[in-house]
């Protein structure tokens, strides 16, 4: 009876984190010994910490927050990539959870590359925005990609690229400040 229980924890629980633990220790040890030894090039994981950090990755981008971007794929690889460089910083002396550890490694990969990919939006934005004086940009984006032909739209340009009132303040360069001292009306 105990060992259906098992079973069906055990499938709801994609990585086991006593045994993500213990491989992780392992895995320490081997490094540890490898630096005393002298080498200077650290030993790979194994394939099992791998097969735990691709599925962390790919089960955190199910989540609502990260489950419509279209560059899931590279959010993942940026995940596991980041996963890969700082393993080594893992304590098991401070901390026996590991599947917490990578989650929040691979959670901020994740926002890192969205920021990358709407700062690359907004490049875009701007390009067409400089390039298209006419206007015409938005109207083919509208007659052939807009299925509601939304003409009330505020700014076109950003709505075609996804960008959002915040993400046009935020990536939008700061003036410096010998520009914003000409302009003031004390000269």
């Given at each position: 009876m105990t060992d259906?229980?098992?079973d069906v924890n055990n499938k709801n629980h994609y990585v086991n984190n006593s045994e993500f633990y213990q491989a992780m220790v392992e895995w320490k040890n081997v490094v540890k010994e490898a630096e005393a030894s002298g080498e200077t090039k650290r030993p790979p994981v194994t394939e099992y910490i791998g097969e735990c950090f691709f599925k962390i990755a790919e089960h955190l981008s199910y989540r609502p927050n990260f489950i419509n971007y279209h560059y899931r794929e590279e959010m993942i690889g940026d995940g596991i990539e980041n996963c890969l460089?700082?393993?080594?910083?893992?304590d098991?002396?401070?901390?026996k959870n590991p599947f917490s550890y990578f989650t929040q490694i691979?959670?901020?990969?994740?926002?890192?590359?969205?920021?990358?990919?709407?700062?690359?939006n907004y490049i875009k934005y701007k390009l067409a925005e400089a390039?298209?004086?006419e206007g015409r940009i938005?109207?083919?984006?509208?007659?052939?990609?807009?299925?509601?032909k939304n003409d009330n739209v505020k700014n076109p340009y950003a709505d075609m690229f996804g960008l959002s009132d915040t993400d046009l303040k935020k990536f939008e360069p700061n003036?410096?400040?010998?520009?914003?001292?000409?302009d003031s009306p004390d000269k």
């Open positions: 259906d229980n098992e460089m700082y393993c080594h910083n893992f098991p002396n401070k901390s691979i959670y901020y990969a994740f926002l890192r590359r969205i920021q990358k990919e709407k700062k690359q390039k298209d004086s938005p109207r083919w984006y509208a007659d052939n990609f807009d299925s509601e003036k410096k400040k010998k520009d914003a001292d000409e």
